[in-house]
């Protein structure tokens, strides 16, 4: 492992913890990778990966009613069961808009535990985190954006999204596949889309710009930010992952850096 200086978080006024994996190690690392801070939404992706191994063991199915009236597992993974961001009031009937959800998310993870028997976040711990051994996660928040890692543990999550150990891999590529294309929505800090991609529980860079992903990025390079100046970036076409930890609000400083991080990230270690 590389410990290393991105240039592109130099003038960056915050903290800025990054890390690069390929599927099998880690290849580079800035600042301390133990250091742990909030994921905000970059829990969702976790969230989903829990939701993916019940799945996998038969105990919840996609297409099962969940969340308000109408609306599906899979619905609550994409964004399309009409919740909004937060409270139970339906905006939309299932399937119609994309509304990004923290309560979808809140709704599933419910809905999850009662189909395994268990607490949400004691089935994060039994079957995800402890089992790919993320020591440093804690998963007792809200699961939609309130989970705590490190650098070093969303890196080995990344390897978990590159190399499925937990779950198998056409469920995975499932999940980095457009879900209800066409349909418009709003990314969170940079408007609506007319085509507002989502696979499910992670965003489908697409073709919306401007993004936090760079633009030169394929449209089908998926991950996820936080409010709380977090990602998790899933580049299959270079075959890595990259991984950013701030801990402070997301706002013009992050929009401003992580374009060209993304891009630097990928000219440094990616591989064709």
């Not at 889309?193 to 992670?202: I, T």
């Not at 860079?205 to 998790?232: N, R």
Request: aromatic fraction near 8%; charged fraction near 20%.
């Amino acid at each position: 492992m590389e410990t290393t200086t991105f240039a592109a978080t130099d003038d960056f006024p915050h903290p800025a913890f990054v890390g690069v994996t390929g599927p099998d190690a880690t290849r580079a690392v800035q600042g301390d990778p133990e250091t742990v801070l909030p994921l905000a939404s970059v829990t969702k992706p976790l969230t989903a990966w829990g939701v993916f191994v019940a799945i996998e063991r038969g105990l919840v199915d996609l297409d099962e009613d969940a969340g308000p009236h109408g609306s599906t597992v899979l619905d609550l993974l994409d964004h399309t069961s009409g919740l909004p961001m937060e409270g139970t009031e339906p905006q939309r009937p299932p399937g119609e808009r994309r509304i990004y959800s923290n309560a979808g998310f809140d709704a599933l993870a419910a809905h999850v535990a009662d189909a395994v028997g268990m607490d949400f976040a004691d089935w994060m711990r039994q079957e995800v985190v402890g089992p790919l051994g993320m020591r440093r996660t804690d998963v007792t928040g809200r699961p939609s954006a309130g989970a705590h890692s490190s650098i070093g543990d969303l890196l080995i999550f990344g390897r978990e999204v590159l190399r499925p150990t937990l779950i198998p891999a056409a469920l995975r590529d499932l999940a980095l596949t457009v879900s209800h294309p066409g349909l418009r929505g709003i990314v969170p800090g940079y408007g609506a889309f007319p085509d507002n991609q989502w696979g499910l529980g992670f965003e489908l860079k697409g073709v919306k710009s401007p993004h936090w992903i760079s633009d030169s990025f394929p449209p089908q390079t998926a991950g996820h930010f936080g409010a709380l100046g977090s990602f998790l970036l899933i580049d299959r076409a270079h075959d890595l992952a990259g991984a950013f930890l701030s801990g402070v609000p997301f706002g013009e400083e992050h929009k401003r850096i992580w374009p060209p991080l993304t891009d630097e990230i990928v000219a440094r270690y990616g591989r064709d």
